[in-house]
């Protein structure tokens, strides 16, 4: 692993073996691009996968976090799909039923735009507190909830909190066991803190060949155990962690200055799929890139459904030429842009009752229903495939 860091990124593990590497990505493959041209000339850098022995951590060996900069033309909601909201609604009960929420305090660092924290307070009678330096705001003030900009780290506003939310954050950041020790020293000492922390699931990418999920802002890959490990590092314990949101993401439980929970998990299975990982990473890319071929040689229209991560690294790792026609999303803030690093435009499903196509690939399966409906509204016959 030339030029390769030499430690683990979740644990410090010097056990590590390189497991793949994608020659150029973008290197923020959420951000909004207002042309075309400015598409075509976003940063890219390589990602050199690595696996830890020791953890089961998949990681980017050769992340620059310096190259990151989340500004407010980062867009990643994925609030416009009715799937992911009832996947929250169900997160907001369930939060609400284990921690009884009614009159607390809730913190959420990472909240983006606050979507999570006003629905889970609004149904539980928590007080939310949001931080989100890439919050583009202003939003008026809701309810109970207000949101910041500021740094929770830096913040002197930081009341006594109940349950800490933090979730997709931890996969963006260079450090995860410094990031969550600086939840847990923020929180201070004595607090009973609970823990709620989600984060994509590795094993979705290795097994179930997730392999669109894999980009430049996500340095960190978790699974159980490496996951496990960072949390409890800081302290947190009564740990419980499972999959979530149809296996695609990691779900997190735990509770500050409580005693650690469990032993460790075996990492077999994991070992299995990261050692044939490479090739069927090949497999399904050769087999992508010929589907599409075989699609436009036969004359049909082709469009993409899904402008977040999976659909950024499905164009820019297959369709680099730019022959799929334009991606669809129902993410109103992403119509009119384009996909960075390929430059293709980004539309509303409505487009495609003005410019059908005869394929929609669509980026991730746990939308299948809702696609399905929408397009059998703006573009019926459209067939799906799920990439
Ligand atoms: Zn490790």
Redesign the pocket.
């Known amino acids: 692993m030339s030029g390769s860091a030499a430690t ?6 010097t056990d590590l073996r390189a497991v793949l590497t994608i020659e150029q990505a973008p290197v923020l493959c959420n951000l909004l691009c207002h042309s075309k041209e400015e598409a075509l000339e976003s940063p890219v850098a390589p990602i050199d996968l690595a696996y ?1 022995n ?4 998949l990681f980017n060996s050769t992340f620059d976090d310096g190259r990151i900069n989340y500004g407010p033309d980062y867009e990643n909601s994925l609030h416009f799909s009715a799937r992911f909201r009832a996947y929250s609604t169900a997160l907001v009960e369930s939060l609400d039923k284990r921690h009884g929420l009614a009159g607390k305090t809730v913190v959420e660092v990472g909240c983006g735009n606050g979507d999570f924290l006003i629905e889970l307070c609004e149904a539980s009678g928590a007080n939310g507190l949001g931080f989100d330096p890439s919050f583009s705001g202003p939003r008026p003030e809701e309810g109970s909830v207000r949101l910041s900009t500021e740094s929770f780290f830096e913040s002197d506003q930081v009341p006594q909190t109940s349950l800490l939310c933090n979730r997709h954050v931890l996969e963006h950041v260079e450090d995860p066991a410094g990031f969550v020790a600086a939840l847990a020293n923020k929180l201070g000492a004595g607090a009973r803190t609970a823990l709620y922390l989600e984060v994509p699931n590795a094993l979705y990418t290795l097994r179930d060949l997730g392999i669109w999920d894999i980009i430049y802002e996500h340095p960190s890959y978790f699974c159980f155990e ?1 996951l496990r ?1 960072v949390v409890a590092a800081a302290g947190f314990g009564e740990l419980e962690v499972e999959e979530s949101f149809g296996g695609q993401f990691l779900s997190c439980h735990g509770s500050l200055g409580s005693k650690p929970g469990t032993g460790t998990q075996s990492l077999d299975a994991l070992n299995e799929l990261v050692e044939k990982f490479a090739l069927d990473y090949e497999a399904k890319v050769t087999h992508w890139k010929s589907v599409l071929q075989d699609a436009l040689q036969s004359g049909q229209k082709v469009a993409v459904w899904g402008a977040g991560s999976k659909g950024s690294s499905f164009l820019n790792i297959v369709d680099a030429a730019g022959q799929v026609e334009f991606v669809v999303d129902v993410n109103p803030g992403k119509h009119g842009k384009f996909v960075a690093g390929t430059g293709h435009s980004i539309v509303s499903p409505e487009e495609l009752r003005k410019h059908p196509v005869s394929t929609v690939i669509l980026m991730n399966p746990i939308y299948e229903g809702e696609v399905r409906e929408s397009l059998d509204d703006v573009c019926p016959g459209a067939k799906i495939l799920v990439a």
């Not at 683990?8 to 593990?13: D, E, K, Q």
């Not at 020791?54 to 951590?57: D, Y």
């Open positions: 683990c990124m979740a644990c410090g593990g830890c020791s953890c089961g951590h490496s490990r």
